[in-house]
């Protein structure tokens, strides 16, 4: 079975530009996290979908958006880049909402310029 | 109270030699305690997880060790191999009523051949 999907890879944007990252869970799997993770440090909590509703946020300013659609993969916007934006952002899906192992993909490098 | 404490941050093993990484949590609603492995360029991968309702567990020559009244758990890597080089993050989470992960800033393992 596939794994966790992201795309882009790397992507480099300028201060004040949006940018959407996209997420497609493993089969079967109803939820999708985002997480941030800055070099160097622990991947950090953005938000959580479950059959397609908001069921979590971390403390993350509103410029930072998500969904997910009917088939489960998720996007993630950002928008009024900042320089401090820049780093990987991870996407991990479940078979449910909680208590269950989440499994993450190999992310989207993004940095602002 | 939300936050993992992780040490070392970086260590280095000889081939053959125990890898021994700790947390510290402050919550006591935390009852899942995973171990991520990450490699440059990749998302975080599961390698072993425990409940608070056991004291020990081993899978190959990857063992956690939870200590609950102390509020502490780690992981021991036996027989470490050049080839378990690589980021190594604890987590934690309330696994019944919550979604998100709240990780350790990480050690960085390198084991020398």
């Known amino acids: 079975d596939a794994g966790v999907t992201q795309s882009p890879t790397h992507l480099i944007k300028t201060r004040g530009q949006h940018v959407t990252l996209r997420c497609s869970p493993i089969s079967g799997h109803k939820s999708v996290s985002w997480y941030q993770q800055v070099l160097g440090q622990g991947p950090q909590f953005i938000f959580q979908?479950?059959?397609?509703?908001?069921?979590g946020r971390g403390n993350f300013p509103d410029r930072f958006s998500a969904r997910q659609f009917p088939n489960y993969s998720s996007e993630l916007n950002v928008n009024a880049l900042l320089l401090g934006d820049s780093a990987l952002y991870l996407c991990?899906?479940?078979?449910?909402?909680?208590?269950?192992?989440?499994?993450f993909g190999p992310g989207t490098r993004l940095l602002v310029l | 109270q939300q936050q993992v404490k992780q040490s070392p941050q970086s260590l280095i093993v000889q081939k053959g030699g125990i890898s021994i990484i700790n947390c510290a949590y402050e919550?006591?609603?935390?009852?899942?305690f995973p171990w991520y492995q990450q490699f440059p360029g990749k998302g975080p991968a599961l390698l072993i997880a425990?409940?608070?309702?056991?004291s020990e567990k081993k899978e190959g020559r990857f063992t956690i060790s939870f200590n609950k009244s102390a509020k502490q758990f780690s992981l021991h890597i036996m027989d470490s191999q050049p080839g378990d080089s690589a980021t190594y993050f604890c987590?934690?989470?309330?696994?019944?009523?919550?979604?998100?992960?709240?990780f350790g800033s990480g050690t960085r393992l390198l084991v020398r051949p």
């Open positions: 979908y479950y059959e397609k509703e908001e069921r």
């Open positions: 919550n006591t609603a935390f009852d899942y």
């Open positions: 425990i409940r608070p309702d056991v």
């Open positions: 987590a934690a989470s309330m696994v019944d009523s919550s979604y998100k992960l709240i």
């Open positions: 991990a899906s479940s078979r449910g909402r909680a208590g269950e192992t989440q499994y």
